[in-house]
């Protein structure tokens, strides 16, 4: 069966090809490198209050794969919806790779994009800090340990000037959204743990 291209998708699949970034044969090979493991759980032997708290635990680690998303780099979001367009089998291998490595860099590769049109190497501060920001910025903040920390991002304000942002703050429709799947979780179990 043979199946014929629009000019136009053609075009743009040629010039989304460069030389920096993998082919899908090289794609292919990448993935490859990855075995896929089928997880299955008998939930027959569970209440249905467990399996309803289960199910809700699969909603909230839905939630926390697009926090991981957005915490990993700002165009996250946006590239996977353009990938999803392209249909053609080398943006089928990109959105494949994409989703194994939650974002456009390699990590088996040194954290290389195989995308083009995004920073050839994962930024060193992911989306935890400004893209454009410097080592004498970071170094000039007020509270360093705040800073280098694990509950706050830093985000430039209006006037471009650093500042450091609560993750309750930052991530909040994520988090308000996870807290309540996880008190559905514990409201719906039979499990008194």
Do not use: C
């Amino acid at each position: 069966m043979t199946r014929t291209v629009p000019l136009a998708l053609a075009v743009f699949a040629a010039m989304a090809q460069t030389a920096d970034t993998p082919t899908r044969n090289e794609l292919e090979q990448k993935l490859a490198r990855f075995a896929p493991v089928r997880l299955e759980v008998d939930t027959g032997r569970l209440s249905a209050g467990d399996r309803a708290a289960l199910g809700k635990l699969m909603e909230a680690a839905a939630v926390v794969d697009e926090l991981f998303l957005e915490q990993l780099w700002n165009g996250n979001r946006a590239l996977r919806e353009r990938l999803k367009l392209d249909t053609t089998p080398l943006g089928r291998a990109r959105l494949a790779y994409f989703h194994l490595n939650k974002g456009p860099w390699s990590s088996l590769d040194e954290h290389r994009a195989f995308v083009p049109g995004v920073p050839s190497r994962k930024p060193p501060g992911a989306n935890f800090y400004p893209e454009d920001m410097t080592k004498a910025e970071f170094e000039a903040l007020p509270d360093q340990d705040a800073a280098a920390g694990f509950f706050t991002v830093v985000r430039r304000d209006p006037e471009r000037k650093l500042k450091l942002v609560a993750y309750s703050v930052e991530y909040r429709a994520h988090l308000e959204t996870l807290a309540r799947l996880l008190r559905e979780a514990a409201a719906a179990t039979d499990n008194a743990s």
